[in-house]
């Protein structure tokens, strides 16, 4: 089981207004995982203490999107694990290889330092799990995007849906889980890009549907620095829901029982959930 969640990106789309975009870091012992390779991906130059003492990072990429894949730009500026892999989701959405989508950008005339001469590893994602040390990635297709993304659930600690329209079936996948990380990237009174994306309302639904207490929002948009209403409509069904910050430490949530608060990059307790108005 992974003892640590660290939000490195919390937003989607671009930076704005202290978030950067999507990427999260789960660390287990002298390996780790990172969820997505966003902008997020440049706190790990800031923190370098958050890499420190491993020895295997696998990076697994939900989708292709810019807002996803950014920051494996600025693995060179990171150094490598003695083990660091790439997975992605080539094969399993789109029929090519996860290699040849990411030589389209880590090559000249996009970038100079192509994957290949970092020695790291590019694989695709398997049909159904991925075992990793510290536990086994169950990987969910989730069709109501512009283009096919992927869910992910570590064994019974989280589940990770970004990227996605409303999909009742989201519910099913995480059920059991600790924690559920979902997108919320509108509040349901001014409707974004409905058609590919959820709400937060529709967030809170997901988590109560699954039973889920411990809710993390995550890939919020970056038009406005006040992401309270969003707080505030998925709190409306699940209490102890939370917006992701970045640099948070959210592992608490990850708890067997979360009786402490996530804590914030400066050591301090995160800002408790805004209560729900009933």
């Known amino acids: 089981m992974h003892e640590t969640l660290i939000i490195l990106g ?91 989508f990411l030589a ?30 510290g536990a086994r990635v169950e990987l969910r297709r989730q069709e109501r995007h512009s283009a096919p993304s992927l869910g992910l659930r570590f064994g019974d600690t989280l589940a990770w849906v970004t990227d996605t329209a409303y999909d009742k079936d989201s519910a099913a996948f995480a059920s059991g889980c600790r924690m559920l990380a979902h997108e919320a990237w509108f509040p349901d009174a001014r409707p974004r890009n409905a058609d590919i994306h959820s709400s937060s309302a529709q967030a809170g639904q997901i988590a109560a549907a699954a039973g889920i207490e411990r809710l993390l929002l995550i890939h919020l948009p970056p038009f406005t620095a006040l992401q309270h209403e969003l707080l505030l409509e998925a709190g409306a069904r699940v209490p102890r829901a939370l917006l992701a910050e970045d640099g948070a430490d959210v592992s608490a949530l990850m708890a067997p029982e979360a009786g402490v608060r996530p804590t914030a990059p400066d050591g301090d ?7 729900a108005r009933r």
């Open 10 to 100: 919390s937003g989607g789309w671009f930076p704005a207004f202290g978030r950067q975009t999507a990427s999260a870091l789960l660390r287990d012992g002298d390996s780790a995982v990172m969820i997505d390779a966003g902008t997020g991906v440049g706190r790990l130059i800031e923190r370098p203490e958050l890499l420190e003492g491993i020895q295997r990072l696998d990076i697994i990429l939900t989708h292709f999107h810019l807002d996803h894949v950014a920051g494996l730009a600025y693995l060179p500026a990171l150094g490598v694990c003695e083990q660091t892999t790439v997975w992605g989701p080539g094969r399993l959405l789109y029929g090519a290889s996860t290699s040849e």
């Open 104 to 133: 389209r950008v880590s090559n000249e005339p996009f970038h100079p330092v192509p994957l290949e001469a970092q020695e790291i590893d590019v694989r695709d994602l398997p049909g159904d799990e991925l075992e990793l040390p």
């Open 269 to 275: 307790a995160a800002p408790a959930p805004v209560p």
